[in-house]
């Protein structure tokens, strides 16, 4: 089993950057590939940003191409998304996303392909 616990979100200003922190413990990240999805009030769960198991294919929404980056520190054994200009639009709860058996290059981009989740972390930009 993994357990994936992520970073406390906040309130940040449109425009502004935050990073949020994904740490595993139970397994390690660098055998697993991993993503963030994000959930709106009155949304469906969305894909945000995916990593491969390799770590060198990445992938994101359109929506936060160019201003978000997903990252990974095998020694941490943490998953990092990194956001830019940030717009009210991307106020959310934030979750992580691990699962393992996979090929080194592939991106998963749909929710039921992972087996693992964190337990969300709200991010709010003010406009």
């Known amino acids: 089993q993994m357990q994936l616990v992520e970073s406390r979100g906040g309130l940040v200003q449109a425009g502004g950057s935050l990073r949020l922190s994904c740490a595993a413990s139970?397994?390690?990240?660098?055998?697993?590939?991993s993503g963030w999805f994000r959930q709106a009030p009155g949304k469906e769960r969305e894909f945000v940003a995916a990593?491969?198991?390799?770590?060198?294919?990445?992938d994101y929404a359109d929506s936060v191409k160019g201003r978000f980056t997903i990252s990974r520190d095998s020694a941490k054994n943490t998953v990092y998304l990194q956001m830019n200009s940030l717009k009210p639009e991307d106020t959310a709860v934030y979750y992580c996303?691990?699962?393992?058996?996979?090929?080194?290059?592939?991106?998963?981009?749909?929710?039921?392909?992972?087996?693992?989740w964190g337990q969300g972390t709200q991010v709010t930009v003010s406009s």
């Open positions: 996303a691990a699962r393992g058996g996979v090929l080194l290059s592939r991106i998963y981009y749909a929710a039921n392909d992972y087996a693992y």
């Open positions: 139970g397994r390690t990240l660098s055998s697993h590939a």
């Open positions: 990593i491969s198991w390799s770590g060198r294919g990445t």
